[in-house]
């Protein structure tokens, strides 16, 4: 690791997308140091499905970083183009106007207004480049190799337990292989260090608030229900408003050809989905998100997420996640694992990716979750159905807990400083992102302030 005694210019937390693309933009014009407790770069986005969103309005929230829609197309393209550089794959889905235009009509002829006068269905199309799980980590493995060869360095299965901060010193991180010293300190912990950085920033004084988190299910269906969409939108973002509660829900991460998959966080048992490249499976998974805010009496929607997590385990027998089929759903019963494939319900017609056994328990989604959250995602997938009929078959299956843990906002300016002078915070684990692309361009506004701090921008 670091020689004792050394002063790093820049110390950064995590090597995922967001902390890749600030040492890329840092390298050769600071020393960096370049922290992760994994044995490898790429953080969450280099295992996973690869989905490149490219689109300003997918991953980001304009507001919070405070950047109009044309600097973030650029911004996009940019990263955009370091992921092509390094092996991404070329094609690039959503360009087809006029099937985009075929599935835009068709939402338009389903939709209806709510009470508010809002459409209770909408469909964003989107640009989006597909890397696979299985050819994403090779393209951040050469990336990783440009920028240590640019002079970052990397210091792998390196646990941060603590950052100390002594007036008019450089901070300090606590590792159990040593301390490091640096001068500024960029934390891009993602989801996975989202609750510890937490605690540690608020130790430091550094300012945080709630914002909302997404709870919902990872939905699973036959690939040739979701196939005719999928072809000309990768990944489809369709936006529900729901009918009892007129709360928000919306679709996400989709995984055509794809797999659901165990997700194990802060020893939680989540649902997730994925998909590789090379070999497809029969079906299509998704995710049905819900934005769940909270005002009073608490506020605190990580410690909310990890009580939802938390219960719906228990439901799933203590370590499991729960699975119910729709057909189940609809009749007010539970799953069972004698009749999860039984042919007289037609739940043969679609054979989950993620096989009951070890972390996967058939069972009740009304009896894990929160009310509201059922009624949202039944109804959202109701909804689905009036554009996309065959999600309602009775074979297709709800996975639970999904659950996304970018919900603390730190207070920060245009270059994700915090108020702690010299503290940069970048991608999800921060609430500032939702995404490769989003976590990636964050990063690269983290880099350019500490660049402009020390006059090399
Ligand atoms: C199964 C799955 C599929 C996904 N599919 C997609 C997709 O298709 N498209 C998409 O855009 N997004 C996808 N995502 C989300 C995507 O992975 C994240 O949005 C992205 O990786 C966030 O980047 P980040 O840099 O903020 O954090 P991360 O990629 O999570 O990286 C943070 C890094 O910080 C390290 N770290 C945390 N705390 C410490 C500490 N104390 N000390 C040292 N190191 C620490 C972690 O080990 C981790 O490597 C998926 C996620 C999952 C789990």
């Keep these: 690791m670091a020689p004792e005694g050394r002063i790093w210019d820049v110390a950064v937390i995590g090597a995922g997308p967001g902390g890749l693309f600030a040492a890329r933009a840092l390298a050769g014009k600071a020393s960096v140091l370049v922290l992760d407790e994994k044995g490898r770069t790429g953080g969450a986005g280099a295992m996973t499905d690869g989905k490149l969103n490219l689109s300003p309005h997918i991953g980001l929230d304009l507001a919070e970083l405070r950047m109009g829609e044309e600097e973030a197309r650029e911004r996009i393209a940019a990263i955009d183009e370091a992921f092509l550089r390094h092996g991404a794959d070329p094609v690039v889905y959503g360009e087809d106007r006029e099937r985009i235009d075929m599935w835009l009509d068709r939402v338009s002829w389903a939709r209806r207004k709510t009470p508010k006068g809002e459409w209770d269905i909408t469909l964003l199309p989107a640009r989006q480049r597909h890397m696979g799980t299985d050819l994403a980590h090779r393209v951040v493995g050469r990336m990783t190799e440009s920028i240590a060869s640019m002079g970052v360095e990397f210091s792998l299965g390196t646990h941060v337990q603590d950052i100390r ?39 430091l004084g550094v300012e945080t608030r709630y914002g909302s988190i997404d709870i919902g299910c990872r939905v699973e269906v036959a690939l040739p229900v979701y196939d005719e969409i999928t072809r000309v939108l990768y990944d489809p973002k369709f936006l529900f408003i729901t009918p009892t509660h007129g709360d928000r829900t919306r679709t996400f991460c989709t995984n055509p050809g794809g797999r659901v998959r165990l997700e194990v966080r802060d020893g939680f048992r989540l649902v997730n989905g994925d998909a590789l490249k090379a070999r497809k499976t029969s079906n299509t998974n998704f995710a049905i998100l819900n934005t769940v805010s909270m005002t009073e009496p608490i506020q605190d929607t990580t410690e909310m997420g990890r009580k939802v997590a938390e219960f719906a385990n228990f439901w799933g027998g203590g370590e499991s996640v729960v699975v119910q089929r729709w057909g189940d759903l609809m009749q007010g019963r539970r799953s069972r694992a ?35 959250i059922v009624d949202n995602l039944r109804e959202s997938l109701m909804l689905l159905s009036r554009v996309i009929p065959g999600v309602a078959h009775p074979s297709t299956a709800i ?12 207070a920060t300016d245009k270059n994700l400083e915090t108020n702690v002078p010299n503290l940069f915070v970048a991608g999800d684990g921060v609430g500032k992102s939702r995404g490769i692309v989003g976590a990636a361009l964050n990063g690269c506004l983290a880099a350019e302030g500490i660049l402009r701090k020390e006059g090399k921008a």
């Design 165 to 203: 901060l002594r007036s008019g010193g450089p901070f300090v991180l606590v590792t159990a292989k040593g301390e490091v010293r640096a001068r500024y300190v960029l934390a891009a912990p993602g989801r996975d260090g989202a609750y510890w950085f937490r605690n540690t920033a608020r130790r």
């Design 338 to 372: 004698d009749t999860f494939h039984s042919a007289v319900m037609e739940y043969d017609k679609m054979t989950p990716t993620l096989p009951l056994g070890a972390g996967v328990t058939p069972g009740d989604i009304s009896f894990a979750y929160p009310g509201r």
């Design 399 to 410: 996975y639970i807990p999904e659950i996304k843990f970018y919900d603390t906002k730190y």
